[in-house]
């Protein structure tokens, strides 16, 4: 057996016990979105990292080569579609209402996905160009959601709709930025310091321990090695600009898609499904 075949055994095998398991929960896992049923809710409630079980089933889940052809006529043009709306409205910075918006939208187009949150750094070495987006990080406002906000939807191990939005206009960043980012391989790397932890906050907390701790991200993030191992940090190249996604949880919407941004006064979810997207993916609407 090659190694391709091994790997796909591997994960088919992995797949069949964590289906067991949710099955054996009351879960029905043939239902798009069943993190939303009552019997998945009241494990998660217990168990506050039980919504890694979700992103394991879709990322180990056994995929035919009609369903990846699906998902890559669908994904990247969704990312680009829902990134061109939010920049049409000036909302930068929104990565966690897309990201949120777009798992709700790939359910009703038939497309398995799962969120991830933590770090994304951009940098070009040759510009002295770093902008980095750090999960641990001084708080502009209590309750800030802090980092970065991304998709999986396999084949695809990152989909990136706002990336684009993340810098104000006319940072020179911008020059080297894709419009979206939805690739289907990456190279693994491993987490630092620098990825996890913004300057601002290392200073910080030097000064007050009146030290310097090089494995202060373990500290702050101390599952992050544990769930690097399902889920690894990841590197992609785009000409110069190199970009950096270091996953620390799983995430996904607490709410439907008609109440993702409910108090916004534009780009609500009602708004973006039944006036954008609704209408230009009709023929994928499941």
Same mark, same amino acid.
């Given at each position: 057996?090659?190694?391709?075949?091994?790997?796909?055994?591997?994960?088919?095998?992995?797949?069949?016990?964590?289906?067991?398991?949710?099955?054996?929960?009351?879960?029905?896992?043939?239902?798009?979105?069943?993190?939303?049923?009552?019997?998945?809710?009241?494990?998660?409630?217990?168990?506050?990292?039980?919504?890694?079980?979700?992103?394991?089933?879709?990322?180990?889940?056994?995929?035919?080569?009609?369903?990846?052809?699906?998902?890559?006529?669908?994904?990247?043009?969704?990312?680009?579609?829902?990134?061109?709306?939010?920049?049409?409205?000036?909302?930068?910075?929104?990565?966690?209402?897309?990201?949120?918006?777009?798992?709700? =939208?790939?359910?009703?187009?038939? *497309?398995?996905?799962?969120?991830?949150? &933590?770090?994304? @750094?951009?940098? !070009?070495?040759? +510009?002295?160009?770093?902008?980095?987006?750090?999960?641990?990080?001084?708080?502009?406002?209590?309750?800030?959601?802090?980092?970065?906000?991304?998709?999986?939807?396999?084949?695809?191990?990152?989909?990136?709709?706002?990336?684009?939005?993340?810098?104000?206009?006319?940072?020179?960043?911008?020059?080297?930025?894709?419009?979206?980012?939805?690739?289907?391989?990456?190279?693994?790397?491993?987490?630092?310091?620098?990825?996890?932890?913004?300057?601002?906050?290392?200073?910080?907390?030097?000064?007050?321990?009146?030290?310097?701790?090089?494995?202060?991200?373990?500290?702050?993030?101390?599952?992050?090695?544990?769930?690097?191992?399902?889920?690894?940090?990841?590197? =992609?190249?785009?000409?110069?600009? *190199?970009?950096?996604?270091?996953?620390? &949880?799983?995430? @996904?919407?607490? !709410?439907?898609? +008609?109440?993702?941004?409910?108090?916004?006064?534009?780009?609500?979810?009602?708004?973006?499904?039944?006036?954008?997207?609704?209408?230009?993916?009709?023929?994928?609407?499941?």
């Amino acid at each position: 057996m090659g190694q391709a075949k091994q790997r796909a055994a591997a994960r088919a095998g992995v797949h069949a016990e964590i289906d067991a398991r949710l099955r054996g929960l009351g879960i029905d896992t043939t239902q798009f979105g069943f993190f939303d049923q009552p019997a998945f809710a009241a494990e998660e409630g217990r168990d506050g990292t039980f919504l890694d079980q979700y992103a394991l089933w879709v990322q180990s889940r056994p995929r035919t080569a009609e369903y990846d052809e699906r998902v890559r006529a669908i994904v990247p043009r969704l990312a680009e579609f829902l990134a061109d709306l939010f920049e049409r409205e000036d909302m930068q910075r929104s990565c966690v209402h897309v990201s949120s918006m777009m798992q709700r =939208i790939l359910d009703r187009l038939g *497309v398995w996905s799962f969120g991830l949150k &933590g770090s994304m @750094i951009a940098e !070009v070495a040759s +510009e002295d160009l770093w902008r980095g987006q750090s999960m641990c990080d001084l708080s502009d406002f209590p309750g800030a959601e802090l980092g970065h906000a991304w998709v999986v939807a396999p084949p695809f191990v990152i989909v990136d709709g706002t990336i684009r939005l993340q810098n104000p206009v006319g940072d020179p960043m911008n020059s080297y930025t894709p419009a979206i980012v939805a690739v289907e391989h990456t190279t693994m790397v491993k987490p630092t310091i620098d990825d996890v932890v913004s300057a601002q906050l290392r200073a910080r907390i030097a000064r007050d321990e009146g030290r310097e701790d090089s494995q202060l991200h373990h500290r702050l993030v101390p599952n992050l090695k544990d769930f690097s191992r399902n889920f690894p940090s990841s590197e =992609i190249r785009y000409g110069e600009l *190199v970009l950096r996604y270091v996953p620390a &949880g799983a995430r @996904i919407s607490d !709410v439907g898609l +008609e109440q993702i941004n409910g108090a916004g006064e534009k780009l609500r979810g009602d708004e973006v499904w039944n006036d954008h997207v609704a209408p230009a993916f009709a023929d994928f609407i499941v």
